[in-house]
């Protein structure tokens, strides 16, 4: 195991700013000729078909282009008997071969200064991709990236690798003009943030920590202030089975399944009410941030016949403060309520599993320095502050600000169709985030001359 | 290919009548004797796991069972080419390879008299069966064949190989007692009664006629006087994907087609009112005779995004008299209004494939002569008439009775959760078959001596 350097404290707290004017034009330059190389290294990420389970080739390549940087290499497999123990822990979603998710590595790729003078950071990405839906829906097939119209194309491309290319352009720009991070930076590609995030918590369950995180995940170029809770489960409805000759005398459990999920959304309804008890002030404007989704369904086998059992994954979102126990026993009662009393569901057994994320919501204080020093960053590219939003999704920022003392939040490029089909990144904004993150890195960790 | 013989006019027309009480004495006894045989037999059938497309290891049995009982073979593989433009004919399933359902075997047993001087008869009965659901609900293994309470429990124990195999002894009890049908007697053990009815279809255009014909199927001794019309179709929604975090912006599939079913449902609920135009005469008595279910589902494949698609199996009834163009277009026209006017629905495309049973309803008159004699039969076994009914299923029989000028009934066995969990049949019923059904053949077909 690569030894990890005790965390040193940032020796000067005062506001991060800027780097000097000079600096800035160099910085901006030196990213805007690395944009070829980024889009390359995009291209070829993306055709790393990086799926849960499927993870090592993608890992592979970024050992490399680390390795090719100049950062020292950890990578480290998920050892789930570490962090089973952790309160952040997701127990590995269903229908997955848990033996195969032992033995799927983290990549770090670690810089140290000479000398620290500036802050340290995490610039986390997850390398895991969601699955493609129905290939044959794409445009081009999914792994095979193409650009078109300023837009590189495939699974992954927004959804997160374009942020990866990005900051690890930022941090080339940094080279090409004879300058490293006056601190500790750790770039860390993990796996699994998709539907557990036990990447992120195996790297900070190894020790790193840093005096904020990053991630560049595609939120169009804004500021994250805050996430949702996210938590997955598995409902499996057992009815009665029958010839269908008379389905009365049988319990559909796919019908079942449907009317189980209509009283799941009263709770839904609920939380989003304006005057909900549970509704975060970051959430305040949203008109329905809470969504609960049923995002896979599975039921019966024969058309002629009363179907006997139904799964249904569900994937629900909460506000920060609400905890994991808190939800889970709402979930729970509102089913046990639903099939005490609607006779829809007399005779039907549910059974509730939860796995895969069990993700707690979390916000952060907008005077957090290293979100003045990004939204300066930003507004020294485009001329204007950048929007700040509250994400109703969740991402792996949660482990470092909740569990691991580092202020952290998003900030990457404009993506369409993450999760759907022809998914995409802008190009434009791949070289605006770089150009932003140079500017960010430089003043937030300082620099300090390359001595070959 | 075994030659068929030309069908024979009955050369007598009048009303078939029981044979003579003597007569009716030694074969309720030979009936009885054949009952330990009748089981082993039976249990032997559940053990071969006759499913779709794995039906030979069965036939074997029947064709061993056939032979050994003196009947002459017509062993022939079901060649859709042969049927495909039959109005009759049901395309396959879905999900199945329509290669492997070439190639599968019908087995005949053919018995021709010395002399014709009674009616010709078709005894069919199908040998495949349908899935077993969650094997682990079943109390014993569903095709390992347990007795328990005078009942014989397995997959296909009651839909209908008891019914086969009570046909088979009231045969057999005839040849003991050193007679033998004074008339040609096919007996048809077909494939794929359970989702198109193309194997009896097969029989049919192999040039299979009789003056009557009956199925045994389990319909707990009662008389049958109608069947409902049954169809299966696929219905595949494509939504549009997108990221959870905003499920507004995509098209959730799962639940869009739980919102077609609502609509359909109300198509159900048409034909089901009690004033409706197409309710045949035969069901004006049962409160829900045309049932609409949701056999199988599947949609999706990650909790966190909109399913982009998602396909139901659906099974629906309707009445005898109502056309499949007629039912197939009400099906489309229910889903094209559903699709124009609910905005549940906008944005969703609806894919509508016709596949498995398009099976017609059929009526059969009371009086027919075939009714007749096994109402005289079941009332000599019983003491009372047997009940009649109109059943909310479909049969082969409408084979035989709308495209073969053969009426046709069933008779047979009391059955428990058949298409459920634990099926079984009675023994007592079963022997009382045995015994209806001697009787009968012996007043259908006459008699006339073995000469060895």
Chains 1, 2 share one sequence.
Request: aromatic residues 6%.
């Amino acid at each position: 195991m690569t030894s990890i350097p005790a965390q040193k404290p940032c020796p000067d707290l005062s506001y991060p700013a800027l780097p000097a004017p000079s600096l800035q034009q160099a910085l901006l330059a030196a990213a805007d000729r690395r944009q070829a190389a980024c889009q390359t290294l995009l291209a070829e990420m993306v055709r790393r078909p990086s799926l849960l389970g499927n993870e090592q080739s993608a890992q592979d390549l970024m050992e490399q282009t680390f390795r090719a940087m100049g950062l020292e290499i950890d990578r480290f497999p998920i050892d789930l008997d570490l962090i089973r123990d952790h309160p952040a822990f997701s127990p590995p979603a269903l229908d997955v071969d848990t033996t195969g998710l032992q033995g799927r590595d983290n990549v770090v790729g670690i810089h140290q200064p000479r000398q620290q003078t500036g802050r340290s950071l995490i610039l986390n990405g997850h390398i895991d991709v969601v699955p493609t839906g129905p290939a044959d829906q794409w445009t081009s097939p999914p792994f095979e990236p193409v650009i078109h119209d300023g837009r590189l194309y495939g699974r992954g491309a927004g959804d997160m690798k374009a942020g990866i290319a990005a900051a690890l352009s930022a941090l080339a720009a940094l080279r090409d003009i004879g300058l490293q991070p006056a601190a500790p930076v750790y770039v860390q590609s993990v796996v699994e943030e998709e539907c557990t995030g036990n990447g992120a918590l195996a790297c900070l369950q190894r020790g790193y920590r840093a005096d904020a995180a990053v991630i560049p995940e595609p939120f169009n170029h804004t500021l994250m202030l805050a996430q949702l809770g996210v938590m997955w489960f598995r409902l499996t409805l057992t009815g009665t089975p029958a010839h269908v000759l008379d389905t009365t005398s049988g319990r559909n459990a796919i019908t079942a399944a449907t009317v189980l999920v209509n009283h799941l959304k009263t709770l839904e309804a609920e939380w989003n009410a304006p005057g909900c008890c549970h509704r975060h002030a970051a959430f305040a404007d949203h008109p329905h941030p809470a969504q609960f989704n049923v995002g896979r369904i599975s039921g019966g086998e024969w058309p002629s016949s009363v179907p006997t059992t139904c799964d249904i994954d569900m994937r629900i979102g909460f506000f920060p403060g609400q905890t994991l126990d808190s939800v889970r026993a709402a979930v729970r009662q509102t089913i046990d309520t639903a099939c005490a009393t609607d006779p829809a569901l007399a005779g039907v057994a549910v059974e509730l599993t939860f796995h895969g994320f069990q993700a707690e919501g979390y916000a952060i204080d907008r005077e957090e320095p290293v979100l003045r020093l990004l939204a300066d960053s930003h507004t020294a590219v485009f001329g204007n502050a950048p929007r700040e939003v509250a994400m109703t999704c969740t991402t792996d920022g949660r482990f470092f600000s909740l569990y691991g003392d580092t202020p952290a939040t998003c900030y990457g490029p404009e993506a369409s169709r993450i999760h759907g089909i022809d998914e995409s990144v802008s190009l434009d904004s791949l070289r605006d985030v770089t150009r932003v993150l140079a500017l960010f890195i430089a003043g937030w960790c300082g620099v300090e001359p390359i001595i070959p």
